[in-house]
């Protein structure tokens, strides 16, 4: 049996998972995913991992379905709930999805295709009925058990496959280095298309023998209600939503907020990432909470890999220090290791790490050194033992006359500034310099560029202030809240 199973056989009644339904017990989620596992198989024994896509709702029934498909021996391939037709169709037809499980919600949108593509397609509460009489088959952990998707901000996303072994092995590091246990009930807001909700949240509470509560969709006055009910103590989001919170506290009453500020220090853990997390936004969030987010690093392709501690120094700006059993190595463009001090680009290699990109074998090459590191693409430093992220080579480095920029390092300074309430700094090709360093601010109020430029001399090198500015409301966010910096780099293009 898979491991991240245990706690149904050893908890039965325990209260598994609180979703709008009501509670559901550890029993009532395995019954159901095994009947959902009876229900795909149809009579045969074994999916023999063909991958099953599914679009429901975060909650017990995803879950049961999420489970199912794994007890069946197939493939998950959780779809996101925000996508539109084209980018759904993208992602069953790359797969080759044998069959889709869908909420009554989404049928509108998907049912025609499947129909017209001749997939089957069954409502995910009419699969967990009947008595479970099949023998449900082994599944061995070098099985296929997951494809999650890029994001694709540099080109088409690609499918991530991990194995049961690859997801044992992410889940049982954070378990170990985050202390879960059975007595955490934690509220997940996140979506469930991303290993930050499925895997850091979703699978590890689970794995855990925690209660894990949905909230869906996100509504900052609900989560604030749901923590004065003293059960939460442990929580995970992204940067944004630490924003949108932030914003939100500030609107109450003095009387709420003590009321909140003593019910968040009760809390065991609270944890940042997807995203850089701002010092500006850690700093304020712990006036509100009391508490010094945990900060790590991770990715699609490898789970976490960097974490900062959870006893001890968890310090602003840094990712951490590698988690057990994940080796890390920083190197240079010649793919040498870089010297005490010197900036690189992360390599990971660990148990966690996935096994390919799903029918993209030159893709997956590519991904690997020869000797079995992954590339991640992002450029980190150490100091102090901590490595810190300057930011991804293709997005957050800005190769600029001669000098390689972060683009992290400049975005914290602006937003320290009182009037910019949110930026983001990205690289414009400029046949003089290579590239301009360009800034798009979202300003509390009107802001003054003359004034802001002179504020920054004080502030940065020359060579490191940006060149050109760019005001909008608001910054473009993919589903995990991070700024798709790809779109502003086409504004600025069209406007220089």
């Known amino acids: 049996m898979l491991t991240r199973f245990t706690q149904a056989q050893l908890r039965p009644d325990s209260v598994a998972i609180l979703d709008a339904q009501g509670a559901h017990t550890y029993e009532s989620l395995w019954n159901k995913s095994s009947q959902v596992a009876q229900q795909l198989l149809g009579g045969r024994s074994d999916l023999g991992q063909e991958c099953i896509a599914f679009m429901v709702s975060p909650g017990m029934n995803y879950v049961a379905t999420l489970w199912g498909i794994w007890k069946a021996g197939g493939i998950a391939v959780p779809l996101c709930l925000s996508y539109p037709l084209p980018s759904l169709a993208y992602v069953i037809e790359d797969t080759q999805a044998s069959a889709l499980v869908l909420e009554p919600t989404f049928l509108d949108l998907l049912q025609d295709y499947a129909l017209e593509k001749g997939i089957p397609h069954h409502l995910a509460e009419a699969l967990q009925v009947g008595p479970v009489v099949a023998t449900l088959p082994d599944i061995a952990l070098d099985r296929g058990a997951l494809i999650l998707y890029t994001s694709g901000t540099t080109s088409l996303p690609k499918g991530v496959l991990s194995t049961h072994a690859n997801l044992e092995a992410q889940i049982s590091t954070l378990i170990a280095a985050w202390h879960w246990n059975s007595s955490d009930h934690t509220l997940c807001l996140l979506p469930l298309h991303h290993v930050h909700g499925l895997v850091n949240v979703v699978s590890c509470a689970l794995s ?289």
Not at 433 to 453: F, I, M, Q, R, Y
Request: aromatic share 10%; hydrophobic share 40%; net charge negative.
């Open 208 to 496: 855990a023998g925690a209660t894990l509560q949905f909230l869906h969709p996100f509504q900052a006055d609900t989560v604030f209600s749901i923590f004065l009910e003293g059960k939460v103590n442990v929580f995970m989001a992204v940067p944004t939503i630490y924003f949108k919170l932030i914003a939100e506290f500030d609107s109450y009453s003095e009387s709420k907020k003590e009321a909140l500020r003593s019910c968040m220090k009760a809390f065991r853990l609270m944890v940042s990432g997807s995203a850089a997390l701002p010092v500006s936004v850690m700093e304020k969030w712990k006036q509100v909470s009391g508490h010094t987010l945990l900060e790590r690093y991770g990715m699609t392709e490898i789970g976490m890999a960097i974490s900062n501690p959870y006893q001890g120094d968890r310090r602003a700006g840094y990712i951490g220090t590698p988690l057990p059993g994940v080796k890390v190595r920083l190197v240079d463009e010649e793919n040498q290791e870089v010297a005490s001090g010197l900036s690189g680009e992360i390599q990971i290699q660990g148990p966690g790490v996935f096994a390919k990109y799903w029918g993209k074998v030159e893709a997956t090459a590519k991904a690997f050194t020869e000797s079995g590191w992954f590339k991640t693409g992002d450029i980190a430093v150490v100091e102090e033992g901590y490595f810190r992220i300057l930011g991804r080579d293709s997005i957050d480095i800005i190769k600029s006359g001669g000098y390689k920029i972060s683009a992290l390092e400049i975005e914290e300074v602006l937003r320290s500034h009182e009037l910019v309430k949110d930026c983001a700094v990205v690289g414009i090709p400029n046949e003089e310099w290579g590239e301009l360093v360009a800034a798009v601010l979202v300003p509390e109020t009107e802001l003054d560029l003359t004034e802001l430029k002179h504020w920054l001399k004080e502030r940065l090198p020359n060579y490191k202030s940006p060149k050109i500015y760019q005001i909008l409301s608001d910054l473009p966010r993919n589903a995990m809240g991070k700024v798709v910096k790809n779109e502003l780099k086409s504004i600025f293009s069209s406007t220089t």
